[in-house]
């Protein structure tokens, strides 16, 4: 079979036929990558171009409340910044690690109304140079190009507001949860309609949402149904109505929802931690608590 593009190989994926290979991507870590040039990559070819993976693209907007972002203490070793998220986080240089979050703005209801205030989906959030620069290549080239989304209960406990205080608000406070999770989405879905109204097609969407840790997830499935599988269900349904591809990433044993992201249509999820316990089994087959059989049966 002759050597297809990257586009075409992942869209003969999604359609479930044939291609000349299975598309095979990866997003390495700084710290990986000066890894494998100690162990002889050439510094000045792309890890994409050494070992021949697949070709992607993704296209970034803003929907943050845009606070000034500043450096706090820089070392070799480590770099603390406040982000435009009004989080400091600490970030390591040559170590594979997600930063550390050391402290937030957005720590309450009140807080984050200001911080919605700045949240508009207007025209500068968008890198127009970047795309006008680099879309022609990816077209000419055959990439597949991805639109990125920012929202959910992953990037809010993690990178806007903290892992506890979301973590109690999802059974204290709902209502600010939901808020939340609808207006990111729904500033990301305005920004992302007015790349593609300007000619900037992609591919798909892509967002993270880690719901899960090893054998277990971060919430119920009764509270995902609640308070969260109706943003999934609106991104997945944004995507379908332009006719492009829906895929998640979520890390951990998300297994009890699986029957739920394959109800509401999602195209792709990623990864399948094995070592997590992401081995599937049907719903009635998998041990769960008394909650959860209840809730997989309703």
């Given at each position: 079979?002759?050597?297809?593009?990257?586009?075409?190989?992942?869209?003969?994926?999604?359609?479930?036929?044939?291609?000349?290979?299975?598309?095979?991507?990866?997003?390495?870590?700084?710290?990986?990558?000066?890894?494998?040039?100690?162990?002889?990559?050439?510094?000045?070819?792309?890890?994409?171009?050494?070992?021949?993976?697949?070709?992607t693209?993704?296209?970034?907007?803003?929907?943050?409340?845009?606070?000034?972002?500043?450096?706090?203490?820089?070392?070799?070793?480590?770099?603390?910044?406040?982000?435009?998220?009004?989080?400091?986080?600490?970030?390591?240089?040559?170590?594979?690690?997600?930063?550390?979050?050391?402290?937030?703005?957005?720590?309450?209801?009140?807080?984050?109304?200001?911080?919605?205030?700045?949240?508009?989906?207007?025209?500068?959030?968008?890198?127009?140079?970047?795309?006008?620069?680099?879309?022609p290549?990816w077209?000419?080239?055959?990439?597949?190009?991805?639109?990125?989304?920012?929202f959910?209960?992953?990037?809010?406990?993690?990178?806007?507001?903290?892992?506890?205080?979301?973590?109690?608000?999802?059974?204290?406070?709902?209502e600010?949860?939901s808020?939340?999770?609808?207006?990111?989405?729904?500033?990301?879905?305005?920004?992302?309609?007015?790349?593609?109204?300007?000619?900037?097609?992609?591919?798909?969407?892509?967002?993270?949402?880690?719901?899960?840790?090893?054998?277990?997830?971060?919430?119920?499935?009764?509270?995902?149904?609640?308070?969260?599988?109706?943003?999934?269900?609106?991104?997945?349904?944004?995507a379908?109505?332009?006719?492009?591809?829906?895929?998640?990433?979520?890390?951990?044993?998300?297994?009890?929802?699986?029957?739920e992201?394959?109800?509401?249509?999602?195209d792709?999820?990623?990864?399948?931690?094995?070592?997590?316990?992401?081995?599937?089994?049907?719903?009635?087959?998998?041990?769960?608590?008394?909650?959860?059989?209840?809730?997989?049966?309703?």
């Amino acid at each position: 079979m002759q050597a297809m593009t990257s586009h075409e190989r992942f869209k003969r994926m999604f359609e479930h036929r044939e291609a000349d290979r299975i598309p095979i991507i990866d997003d390495p870590w700084d710290a990986t990558i000066e890894r494998w040039q100690r162990e002889g990559m050439p510094t000045d070819v792309s890890y994409v171009d050494y070992f021949d993976l697949d070709r992607t693209a993704m296209i970034h907007v803003d929907n943050s409340p845009q606070y000034e972002r500043r450096v706090v203490e820089e070392t070799d070793t480590y770099r603390t910044v406040v982000s435009h998220w009004g989080v400091t986080q600490k970030t390591w240089k040559h170590a594979a690690s997600t930063p550390q979050f050391l402290d937030f703005t957005i720590v309450d209801p009140d807080k984050w109304v200001e911080a919605k205030a700045r949240m508009q989906p207007t025209p500068d959030r968008i890198p127009w140079d970047y795309l006008r620069q680099n879309y022609p290549i990816w077209k000419e080239q055959g990439y597949w190009i991805r639109g990125a989304l920012w929202f959910g209960f992953d990037v809010t406990h993690s990178w806007i507001v903290g892992t506890e205080r979301l973590l109690f608000a999802l059974s204290d406070n709902p209502e600010w949860c939901s808020e939340m999770f609808s207006h990111l989405l729904e500033v990301n879905l305005s920004l992302l309609d007015l790349v593609w109204d300007a000619g900037y097609e992609f591919d798909s969407v892509f967002w993270w949402d880690d719901m899960g840790y090893k054998h277990n997830q971060f919430f119920s499935l009764r509270m995902y149904r609640e308070l969260l599988k109706p943003f999934h269900r609106r991104a997945i349904e944004w995507a379908h109505e332009k006719g492009i591809k829906a895929h998640l990433h979520s890390c951990g044993d998300i297994n009890v929802f699986v029957p739920e992201l394959v109800g509401m249509g999602l195209d792709a999820l990623n990864p399948l931690e094995v070592k997590a316990g992401m081995v599937y089994l049907t719903p009635m087959s998998r041990p769960r608590t008394d909650e959860n059989k209840m809730d997989l049966i309703d």
